[in-house]
């Protein structure tokens, strides 16, 4: 069975940091992209960043210089760094993945793995 579970999620102060993880299981992430993504209550799921197979790593305008994504292939983990985080941080987080040799992107569709989600609140 399938499944990527993220964990990390908690409450934090403007200005705090997180950090997430995306635990694979039934597969690995041997040749895939891994996204991160997070919906706010009334918003559409929004791209946060990428990590390709390749190693390349492609942030959203509005996180870039305070996220970071990095991976652990022996643990199938991916990571995300959040510092200097910002009350419209506050969202569920989810990561997802492609099926091997596709090209993740931006766009929720191109990602087929999903997890259930993490919550992340920040107080101003």
């Known amino acids: 069975q399938v499944q990527l579970v993220e964990s990390g999620g908690d409450s934090v102060q403007a200005g705090g940091s997180l950090r997430l993880a995306c635990a694979a299981s039934?597969?690995?992430?041997?040749?895939?992209?891994v996204g991160w993504f997070r919906q706010a209550p009334g918003n559409e799921r929004e791209f946060i960043g990428n990590?390709?197979?390749?190693?390349?790593?492609t942030y959203a305008d509005s996180v870039r210089g305070r996220f970071a994504i990095s991976r652990d292939y022996n643990k199938n983990t991916i990571f995300l760094q959040m510092n200097s985080l910002k009350p419209e941080d506050s969202a569920v987080y989810y990561c997802?993945?492609?099926?091997?040799?596709?090209?993740?992107?931006?766009?929720?569709?191109?990602?087929?793995?999903w997890g259930q989600g993490t919550q992340v609140i920040v107080s101003a």
């Open positions: 997802a993945t492609t099926i091997p040799g596709a090209s993740g992107g931006s766009s929720p569709s191109s990602y087929i793995y």
């Open positions: 990590i390709a197979w390749s190693g390349a790593i």
């Open positions: 039934g597969l690995t992430y041997t040749g895939s992209d």
